[in-house]
C-alpha cells in the first residue's frame, strides 16, 4: 500500500469537486444494495468513466456501462483523474471506472476486497475529498490484523502488488472536519465525504 497525503492542494480539490459535480447532474447518487438481503449501503454512490460498479439483491455486485436508474451511460472521467492515475500508477493502461462514494456523516464501509475486476494486474487507486475518515486496511484474510489511520481531504491511498486485494474500509467519518463539500449544499446537503475509486476492470 502506498499514502500520499496531501497529494492535492485545496485549489485543486475545489477544481475537481467542481468537475464532479457536473457529472452528478449527469448521473445521479443511487444506493447500491447488498446482494442476497437487499439491504442498503449506507454510502450513496455513482460512477465515471465506461464502466461502473453497482449491486443489487436480483444481480449481484457487478460492472455495467450504464447507470442503473436512468439507463444513460456513465458521464466521462475528468482529465484530472486521468493524470493523477498516470503520475502515480505508472499503469499503461487507463482506468475503466471510477466509483464516486458519498459519506454523510453516519455512513461507513465494512472492511471488503476489491475483486470483482477480471484483472487485478492495475492498482486501485482512492481519492478522499472532504471531511476526514478513519481508514482501516488489513491483509488478504478477513481473519488478518488490520490497522487504521486518518485519511485527510486531499490525501491518496493505491492498493498495488500484495495489498491489491487487501481488505480495508471506513470506520467513520468525523463530522464538520473539512468544509470542501458546504459549496454545494444542494448536492452535499449533509457535508460529509466524497471518495473516488479508480480501477482497471478488464485486462491489458
Not at 499503469?91 to 475503466?96: D, F, G, H, Q, S
Not at 465494512?110 to 481519492?127: C, K, M, N, W, Y
Not at 468544509?179 to 460529509?192: E, I, K, N, S, Y
Request: glycine letters at 8%.
Amino acid at each position: 500500500m502506498k499514502f500520499f497525503p496531501g497529494y492535492l492542494s485545496t485549489e485543486q480539490q475545489k477544481d475537481l469537486l467542481d468537475q464532479l459535480v457536473s457529472a452528478i447532474e449527469a448521473a445521479p447518487f443511487f444506493v447500491p444494495r447488498m446482494p442476497r438481503t437487499g439491504k442498503a449501503f449506507s454510502v450513496r454512490m455513482t460512477n465515471l468513466g465506461p464502466l461502473g460498479w453497482v449491486a443489487d439483491k436480483e444481480n449481484g455486485y457487478r460492472y455495467q456501462s450504464t447507470h442503473p436508474e436512468t439507463g444513460q451511460n456513465w458521464p466521462q472521467m475528468p482529465q484530472t483523474l486521468l493524470d493523477i492515475w498516470a503520475d502515480l500508477t505508472k499503469c499503461p493502461a487507463n482506468p475503466e471506472a471510477c466509483l464516486v462514494n458519498y459519506y454523510a456523516t453516519s455512513a461507513k464501509m465494512g472492511l471488503h476486497q476489491d475483486r470483482d475486476e477480471e484483472t487485478f494486474e492495475a492498482p486501485v487507486l482512492s481519492i478522499s475529498l472532504g471531511d476526514r475518515a478513519r481508514f482501516r486496511v488489513g491483509g488478504k484474510s478477513r481473519k488478518d490484523k488490520t490497522s487504521s489511520f486518518e485519511l485527510s481531504s486531499g490525501d491518496i491511498v493505491m492498493l498495488d502488488g500484495d495489498t491489491r486485494l487487501a481488505y480495508h474500509g471506513i470506520d467513520r467519518v468525523i463530522p464538520q472536519s473539512s468544509m470542501l463539500l458546504d459549496a454545494h449544499p444542494t448536492v452535499f446537503p449533509d457535508g460529509g465525504r466524497v471518495n473516488l475509486t479508480l480501477r482497471r476492470v478488464t485486462p491489458f
